[in-house]
């Protein structure tokens, strides 16, 4: 993956990709479309007050949970047109009572004439009274004003055909899909409205992918793409310890840069965790094997098997393959996790089942979710060893299941870093979880599938100390991880940093478990259980695909006072453990 997708070759140029759609006929008519959409509407933020639980944003006045809700956001819009073409801005997609703090939780996303808008999302919270106490996520203003096409002129088949050759120009052929989905959506791109099928290829083989393509639904041009698999690990030029004898015999220790991918029993099962002792949640876990296979068996046999690879087996009940033993077990770990500490179903809590695939691709030094499943590579057994033998690394995939059926964060820039984050959280609490709840921390990312010939020398990452993690320089001055807000990375490599600003919130998540003191800030902890807590109830009830570090501040802060209450007006010990811990990696409150 590393190699097969450096930043450049995942995101096709525009330019390159008309190309590939010139076959679709434009008619000339439909061609005026091309270039039809409006400016860009300013989008404002107006979530996210300071959180507070006696603020009131909004009143109900009498009416209903979904009323006031859409009441609330369309009274932050501020154009009188886009008001006054009614409440339909606002389509609410979820709604969750929460019983613990009386309180209740609805998700929305915006549409222009039924049609989903790409990336919007709010969050809005009402207490008991259904009075609004916060919000968060942006409303795009003057959509009525707006230029936007809406009647498609290529069908959804033409759709992913283009999509399709997209993705193998890309990768090469691919026999199998993991799935195809496709939307039609609204798509704003540098400042256009277009309407377009989102059509997201899910791919284990011959590379694990996640496309977006973005194909006009006017015009069959494909107006933006990129692969969106979270990866477990940094882009290509991740450094390394490295040492070696010079010409005097000595032994030198010295950082370098390495490119990584050179890189009748049945393995199906199921995890019983959660639900009630009468009735327990059961999760089908199903674990496949790739095989690094050849093109010709991998035909004959995926008629047959589908797209996962092939079944791991035995004529006894011993398995002899430690990685998907390793990939099969820590599923049904990470799974008891989710279901014990938070009372979530799976990943998408309503139960879904978890594949995984082992022995992905040639020495590949990498996991992902690829929108459907796991995919575990073998690592090249010095840089990595099997991947599928880090439990906070299939915790990590894994949350990224959870993080797509809750804040869906979009993978790019802070809101991607807060995914990346969010995703090492929860991998390494699930890990500690494992190993019991009295254990000490252990606040690193995949120490143990890393380097497997040198001991004892950390992991991919560290939420403990970002910092003591080697960075290239291609990726800003300071050569590490960065642990504060404006040391962040601004640049356009991984996704504008998505694992590498993940860092900065991962300090905070070890700030407010453990305490510690940081750039003068002392922070005192209040324990990985209510941390845990915090996190969760932030990206359940209260990030939205747009969050950004600072909403990610106001996210933890209200989530800590809605389980910690403010008492006589002052905030609880754990709300202010959690302020201090973000004024402590530089996140500002405004
Ligand atoms: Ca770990
Ligand atoms: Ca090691
Ligand atoms: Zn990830």
Redesign the pocket.
């Known amino acids: 993956m590393i190699s097969h997708f450096k930043e450049g070759v995942s995101v096709l140029k525009k330019k390159d990709q008309k190309k590939m759609s010139k076959k679709v006929v434009i008619p000339a008519v439909l061609a005026l479309s091309v270039t039809f959409g409006g400016i860009l509407p300013n989008a404002t933020t107006f979530a996210a007050q300071p959180a507070s639980a006696s603020t009131i944003l909004y009143k109900a006045e009498g009416l209903s949970k979904q009323e006031v809700v859409k009441a609330f956001l369309q009274s932050q819009v501020a154009d009188t047109a886009t008001r006054a073409a009614g409440g339909d801005q606002f389509k609410i997609i979820s709604e969750q009572a929460d019983s613990t703090t009386g309180t209740y939780h609805v998700r929305t996303i915006e549409q222009y004439k039924g049609i989903p808008i790409y990336g919007s999302g709010q969050a809005v919270a009402l207490d008991a009274n259904n009075d609004v106490y916060a919000s968060f996520g942006t409303v795009t203003q003057k959509l009525a004003r707006s230029i936007i096409p809406t009647e498609a002129s290529i069908s959804q088949d033409d759709a992913i055909a283009i999509a399709k050759e997209g993705v193998e120009s890309q990768i090469g052929a691919v026999k199998n899909y993991d799935g195809i989905d496709s939307e039609l959506t609204i798509y704003n791109y540098e400042g256009q409205y277009h309407l377009t099928y989102l059509i997201k290829a899910s791919t284990s083989i011959p590379a694990p992918g996640y496309f977006h393509y973005f194909v006009d639904a006017t015009s069959g041009e494909i107006i933006d793409s990129f692969n969106a698999i979270?990866?477990?690990d940094v882009p290509a030029v991740t450094p390394v310890m490295a040492r070696g004898l010079d010409v005097t015999g000595t032994m030198q220790n010295f950082i370098a840069v390495k490119d990584a991918a050179s890189g009748k029993n049945y393995l199906h099962g199921a995890a019983i965790a959660g639900g009630t002792t009468a009735s327990p949640n059961i999760v089908s876990v199903h674990t496949f094997d790739a095989r690094r296979m050849g093109e010709t068996p991998f035909l004959l046999l995926s008629g047959l098997l589908g797209f996962t690879g092939f079944e791991v087996e035995t004529k006894t009940n011993f398995f002899a393959d430690p990685a998907a033993v390793s990939a099969h077990t820590n599923s049904i770990k990470v799974n008891k996790y989710f279901q014990d500490i938070h009372k979530r179903n799976s990943l998408d809590d309503k139960g879904m089942g978890l594949i995984s695939t082992v022995h992905i691709g040639s020495k590949w030094n990498n996991a992902a979710?690829n929108g459907k499943q796991m995919l575990y590579g073998d690592g090249d057994g010095v840089r990595m060893s099997s991947l599928a033998g880090g439990m906070d690394v299939a915790g990590?995939?894994m949350t990224?299941g959870v993080i797509s059926n809750t804040a869906n964060l979009t993978y790019q820039d802070e809101s991607g870093a807060i995914?990346?984050s969010i995703?090492d959280i929860f991998g390494a609490l699930s890990e500690m979880h494992s190993h019991g709840i009295t254990s000490p921390g252990e606040w690193e990312m995949g120490e143990d599938i890393y380097t497997p010939y040198i001991a004892g020398d950390g992991g991919l990452r560290s939420l403990s100390d970002p910092a003591s993690i080697p960075l290239s320089t291609a990726y800003g001055p300071l050569g590490h991880y960065p642990d504060r807000y404006q040391d962040r990375y601004v640049g356009t490599l991984d996704k504008g940093g998505v694992?590498i600003n993940s860092s900065i919130n991962n300090k905070a998540a070890y700030l407010i478990a453990e305490g510690g003191e940081h750039y003068g800030v002392q922070v005192t902890g209040i324990t990985r259980s209510k941390t845990e807590k915090i996190f969760y109830r932030a990206l359940t009830k209260y990030l939205v695909a747009s969050s950004d570090f600072k909403e990610m501040r106001q996210a933890a802060i209200q989530s800590a006072r809605d389980l910690y209450p403010d008492r006589n007006g002052q905030p609880s010990a754990e709300t202010n453990t959690v302020i201090a811990a973000y004024d402590a990696i530089g996140v500002p409150a405004e």
């Open positions: 979270h990866e477990a979710w990590h995939e990224h995914n990346e995703a694992h």
